[in-house]
Every structure is written in structure tokens, then in C-alpha cells.
């Protein structure tokens, strides 16, 4: 169990440093006025999508398998994993809200300022923190 649980928190990790820099190549893509910059930011943003997509699905994975395979947050006082389990629902849904939003800027119909782009980029934080304070202290 203990090397499941490790591989679930490097994936995790990694998919979270995706989170965390897609969304800020989408402030200098709201920002840039340089076809040439333009198009480099897209390819970063491109690859970096696709393979934080790659990271999240085993840090998805591992973490069904320690839920069903080793029943962590089964029976009785563990609320806090119902509260973890939507908030990774929220976050899978930010995951492809970054794709649609990649999209629009592919498409050249990005409508945001760099302004919302910057609070947008700390939607992950957030998140990143109520769960690890649910999985650390367990407060219901």
C-alpha cells in the first residue's frame, strides 16, 4: 500500500505543477501582442496540457485504488473523504476548463484579461490546499 500511496502523490504532484503553469502561460498569452511569441506560448501550452492529462490519470488511478483496493476512507468519521473526492471532481473539472480555455486561445477567441487569467491561476492552490488539510488532520 505504501508505494501506491507514494506513486499517488508524485502524480499528483506533477499533475499539479501543470495546474499551477498552464494557467500562467495564459497570462502571457493574454498579454502577448507577437504573432512569433504568440505561437511559441500556444506550443508550450499544447505540450503542457497533454502531459499533465498523461500525469493526472494515474494520480487518479492510484488514488481509486487506494479508496476501493485498500478501503482508506471507508466506514464511519471519514466525511473528509467525501469533502476530498468533490473537491478533485471540482478539480478535474478546472483540468478541462484549462483545455476549453486553451482552445479559445488557439482559435483566437480568448475574451479574458490577464487579470482574470491571474486569479484563475490560484483556483489550484486553493484546492490543493483544502485537500491536503482534509488528508493531513481529518477534521470530520
Request: a positive charge.
Amino acid at each position: 500500500m505504501l508505494w501506491v500511496k507514494a506513486l499517488h502523490i508524485v502524480f499528483v504532484a506533477s499533475w499539479f505543477a501543470g495546474l499551477f503553469y498552464l494557467p500562467r502561460i495564459f497570462v502571457n498569452l493574454a498579454m502577448e501582442t507577437d504573432a512569433a511569441a504568440t505561437t511559441r506560448l500556444l506550443l508550450m501550452a499544447r505540450k503542457l496540457y497533454r502531459f499533465m492529462t498523461m500525469l493526472a490519470i494515474p494520480a487518479l488511478l492510484l488514488g481509486l485504488w487506494l479508496w476501493l483496493g485498500y478501503g482508506i476512507g471507508k466506514g464511519p468519521g471519514n466525511g473528509w473523504l467525501h469533502a476530498k473526492l468533490t473537491i478533485v471532481v471540482l478539480l478535474i473539472g478546472y483540468h478541462h476548463a484549462c483545455g476549453s480555455l486553451l482552445k479559445k486561445f488557439e482559435n483566437g477567441r480568448n475574451a479574458r484579461s490577464h487579470a482574470w487569467y491571474r486569479w484563475f491561476n490560484e483556483v489550484p492552490v486553493l484546492g490543493l490546499l483544502a485537500v491536503t488539510i482534509l488528508v493531513v488532520v481529518k477534521p470530520f
